[in-house]
């Protein structure tokens, strides 16, 4: 797995600096910008990682820089640092979609911490996304007869009436049950119930 990189954004050198030596010295991977113009021009959209950025500065300030990142589906954690006077655009990025903002001047601790629950919401995220998306792909293999065997059997029908309901015997309906769980990769009608809940297919 590849180690994620945390990208320092400011436009003034020696907050870049200090940031990048501290968070180097925690062990982390570092790479500076002094803009969000120049980050968005360079970033690779297949490295993890998570950025911290200033909320105030030329060009692309931080709250465009949120929802530009969000607009061009990077999907980056982003942490906003800001002085005093810029907390309620700092607030406003939040609502833009960042995950935490820290005043200036940074205490180490507090941002080693909030790089550290962004790095572990967006892992969790990130299996969830990789999860849903195989059983997004498990379920699409299923052929219009056993989708709507599927759909009956979340819906909590027995095999004998969802074969009074298709006209087919319930032997045969049976069938097509083991064909669909072993597709789904379900070992129980529970397990298939949750999937149908994810996939959409069944109201909670």
Same mark, same amino acid.
């Given at each position: 797995?590849?180690?994620?990189?945390?990208?320092?954004?400011? #436009?003034?050198?020696?907050?870049?600096?200090?940031?990048?030596?501290?968070?180097?010295?925690?062990?982390?991977?570092?790479?500076?910008?002094?803009?969000? #113009?120049?980050?968005? %021009? @360079?970033?690779?959209?297949?490295? *993890?990682?998570?950025?911290?950025? #200033?909320?105030?500065?030329?060009?692309?300030?931080?709250?465009?820089?949120?929802?530009?990142?969000?607009?061009?589906?990077? @999907? $980056?954690?982003?942490?906003?640092?800001?002085?005093?006077?810029?907390? *309620?655009?700092?607030?406003?990025?939040?609502?833009? @979609?960042?995950?935490?903002?820290?005043?200036?001047?940074?205490? #180490?601790?507090?941002?080693?911490? %909030?790089?550290?629950?962004?790095?572990?919401?967006?892992?969790?995220?990130? $299996?969830?996304?990789?999860?849903?998306?195989?059983?997004?792909?498990?379920?699409?293999?299923?052929?219009?007869?056993?989708?709507?065997?599927?759909?009956?059997?979340? %819906?909590?029908?027995?095999?004998?009436?969802? @074969?009074?309901?298709?006209?087919?015997?319930?032997?045969?309906?049976?069938?097509?049950?083991?064909?669909?769980?072993?597709?789904?990769? %379900?070992?129980?009608?529970?397990?298939?119930?949750?999937?149908?809940?994810?996939?959409?297919?069944?109201?909670?």
């Amino acid at each position: 797995m590849t180690t994620p990189t945390i990208f320092v954004i400011d #436009d003034q050198e020696t907050v870049r600096k200090a940031l990048g030596e501290m968070l180097s010295v925690f062990g982390f991977t570092v790479e500076t910008f002094d803009s969000a #113009d120049r980050f968005l %021009a @360079g970033y690779d959209p297949i490295r *993890p990682g998570c950025v911290v950025c #200033d909320v105030r500065m030329p060009g692309t300030d931080g709250i465009q820089f949120v929802r530009e990142q969000a607009r061009r589906g990077f @999907g $980056l954690p982003v942490i906003l640092i800001s002085g005093h006077a810029d907390v *309620p655009m700092a607030v406003e990025g939040i609502k833009a @979609g960042a995950e935490d903002f820290i005043e200036k001047p940074v205490d #180490d601790a507090e941002l080693v911490g %909030a790089i550290n629950r962004s790095l572990t919401r967006a892992s969790e995220s990130k $299996l969830t996304q990789t999860a849903h998306e195989g059983l997004a792909a498990r379920f699409a293999r299923l052929t219009p007869r056993q989708t709507e065997i599927f759909d009956l059997v979340a %819906a909590g029908y027995t095999s004998q009436a969802i @074969g009074a309901k298709l006209e087919i015997s319930a032997r045969t309906v049976e069938s097509y049950r083991a064909a669909i769980m072993e597709k789904m990769q %379900a070992e129980s009608v529970a397990v298939l119930v949750r999937q149908a809940i994810r996939l959409g297919r069944l109201e909670p």
